[in-house]
């Protein structure tokens, strides 16, 4: 059993920080394949642990939750249908985004969820403590054209009332049309404006430039217009992301279409300045893209499938920042997985997620570091059951004016199946005969090689220096080596794969 425990740390702000964005719900559910149980991240469980999820929403793509300041779960939304604390669809809240696309192309079938991977988010309205918008885009269906089969044409909210039902929330207001024009899909990025009580909502427009949306207690109305670059409707639609930083000063647009545009941010107008461009090699065809900041905003991590960069925003010219932090994915989970989606965690880590079934997950856990030291680790965070592929939730930034943006006292602890992964060596592999390992810098403890059932075939404890093992007894085939630190606190395990032949 994996788990993560909050170290005290004495820090009133660490504290008194804003958890609504604690609870991510994750994956696909038994309901629909008993091979990929729903997951869930509740970062506020004492200990943490990635857990099974009850309830029968799929969050395959459009993702969205919300707790309360103390993190605790309010309700969250895979943008088919609206569910409590308990897991069960609140009252009325089945039919969001219902339609053409919905009901004649996607089969009518809210198990599913529905499609977009940054399509969604939940905002607390300011004028009602316990009322809450959540902003969703729905799909048009245009049957019978080979172009503009499908498009975003205007974008709704449904509003829950957490003081219905017991305190467990019903939907009152749903798939209310409050803007109509070509929208790109993708990029729905809020952030809160400088008093913390009302927000801006920001969209990429076809054919070209931003939309800005301001909620206040007035409630949601169309603010202005940015003029930007053109977007191809087609190309640019759901290939990649758009990002705030924490800190709220810079926004950043990426895919590999486009390129990456990058902004200076003023919150206090939600205006866009002094525009950069990274081209990119465009691809012959959609190849999905993704971007998240580093908790102290200066970093930009940028993925498609099988590259990782690194861009440090202060650097001049803003390419010469531009680093490849991985290339591509040794030894995945499976073989086949691609990067999908990542995004920030209170815990101070991005998580980037498989794109395919997998029980692992990739993970930066030093993001404010430059180049290497970040400390990106494939296939880091071990989950406790295969997720199939899937989406993280798209929140706004909750802790823009707090001193610190995450939290770093979130760490790892004992656990009997998850761990957190490093990269070990091993060589040679193949190998008939020995192997010898090289033990990480400084550090004493316990060698074990695993079949791919899971059987030791190997143990050595109290390994001080390399070891050179004698493997010529072990059938041909792949197994696992891993190395466990004497006063491993954190709990890492150093693991390596290698072939045995005769």
Request: charged content about 20%; some cysteine.
């Given at each position: 059993m994996f788990t993560i425990a909050l170290w005290a740390v004495g820090m009133t702000n660490l504290i008194a920080q804003n958890k609504q964005d604690y609870y991510w719900p994750l994956g696909y559910t038994t309901t629909l394949d008993p091979e990929f149980p729903g997951l869930e991240f509740n970062f506020r469980d004492k200990p943490f642990e990635p857990g099974i999820r009850n309830g029968d929403l799929v969050f395959d793509q459009m993702n969205a939750s919300v707790c309360d300041k103390d993190g605790k779960l309010l309700f969250y939304t895979n943008g088919c249908a609206v569910a409590n604390r308990n897991h069960e669809i609140m009252p009325n809240g089945e039919d969001i985004n219902v339609g053409s696309f919905f009901n004649d192309f996607w089969g009518g079938d809210c198990i599913r969820g529905y499609p977009g991977p940054q399509e969604i988010t939940i905002l607390k309205d300011p004028n009602f403590n316990k009322g809450y918008y959540i902003i969703h885009k729905p799909t048009t269906y245009n049957a019978g054209q080979t172009i503009g089969r499908f498009s975003i044409d205007s974008i709704h909210y449904s509003y829950v009332d957490m003081?219905?039902?017991?305190?467990?929330?019903?939907?009152?207001?749903?798939?209310?049309?409050?803007?109509?024009?070509?929208?790109?899909?993708?990029?729905?990025?809020?952030?809160?404006?400088?008093?913390?009580?009302?927000?801006?909502?920001?969209?990429?427009?076809?054919?070209?430039?931003?939309?800005?949306?301001?909620?206040?207690?007035?409630?949601?109305?169309?603010?202005?217009?940015?003029?930007?670059?053109?977007?191809?409707?087609?190309?640019?639609?759901?290939?990649?992301?758009?990002?705030?930083?924490?800190?709220?000063?810079?926004?950043?647009?990426?895919?590999q279409f486009d390129g990456l545009y990058l902004y200076d941010f003023d919150r206090s107008d939600a205006t866009l300045n002094n525009e950069e461009h990274i081209p990119w090699r465009r691809p012959e065809e959609g190849i999905f893209s993704t971007c998240e900041w580093s908790p102290n905003s200066r970093f930009l991590y940028l993925a498609k499938w099988d590259t990782l960069w690194q861009l440090d925003t202060h650097a001049?010219?803003?390419?010469?920042?531009?680093?490849?932090?991985?290339?591509?994915?040794?030894?995945?989970?499976?073989?086949?997985?691609?990067?999908?989606?990542?995004?920030?965690?209170?815990?101070?880590?991005?998580?980037?997620?498989?794109?395919?079934?997998?029980?692992?997950?990739?993970?930066?856990?030093?993001?404010?570091?430059?180049?290497?030291?970040?400390?990106?680790?494939?296939?880091?965070?071990?989950?406790?059951?295969?997720t199939n592929v899937g989406s993280f939730p798209n929140f706004p930034r909750f802790r823009v004016d707090e001193e610190e943006k995450c939290d770093p006292s979130i760490t790892s602890i004992a656990g009997e199946t998850v761990w957190w992964r490093r990269d070990l060596s091993v060589y040679p592999s193949p190998a008939s005969e020995y192997v010898t390992v090289e033990l990480p810098e400084g550090k004493q403890g316990q060698i074990y090689i695993l079949d791919m059932q899971g059987q030791m075939v190997y143990n050595q404890a109290k390994?001080?220096?390399?070891?050179?093992?004698?493997?010529?007894?072990?059938?041909?085939?792949?197994?696992?080596?891993?190395?466990?630190?004497?006063?491993?606190?954190?709990?890492?395990?150093?693991?390596?794969?290698?072939?045995?032949?005769?």
């Open positions: 003081n219905l039902d017991n305190g467990m929330g019903d939907v009152t207001e749903k798939n209310v049309n409050f803007f109509q024009d070509s929208i790109l899909s993708s990029y729905l990025t809020p952030i809160s404006q400088p008093n913390n009580q009302d927000w801006w909502i920001m969209n990429p427009v076809f054919p070209s430039g931003y939309v800005v949306f301001s909620l206040t207690e007035n409630g949601l109305e169309l603010f202005h217009r940015l003029d930007g670059p053109t977007w191809d409707e087609r190309k640019s639609s759901s290939a990649g992301h758009a990002r705030f930083s924490p800190d709220g000063t810079r926004y950043a647009y990426f895919n001049i010219p803003l390419e010469s920042g531009l680093e490849v932090i991985a290339s591509r994915i040794n030894g995945a989970d499976p073989p086949t997985a691609q990067f999908g989606i990542a995004a920030l965690g209170p815990d101070c880590r991005i998580y980037i997620r498989s794109k395919g079934s997998s029980t692992r997950m990739n993970v930066i856990h030093k993001p404010n570091e430059k180049g290497a030291a970040c400390d990106f680790v494939q296939n880091s965070l071990v989950l406790p059951t295969r390994v001080l220096y390399d070891e050179r093992i004698d493997i010529s007894d072990l059938a041909s085939g792949i197994y696992s080596v891993e190395f466990i630190p004497k006063q491993n606190k954190e709990r890492v395990v150093y693991t390596k794969r290698i072939t045995v032949v005769e």
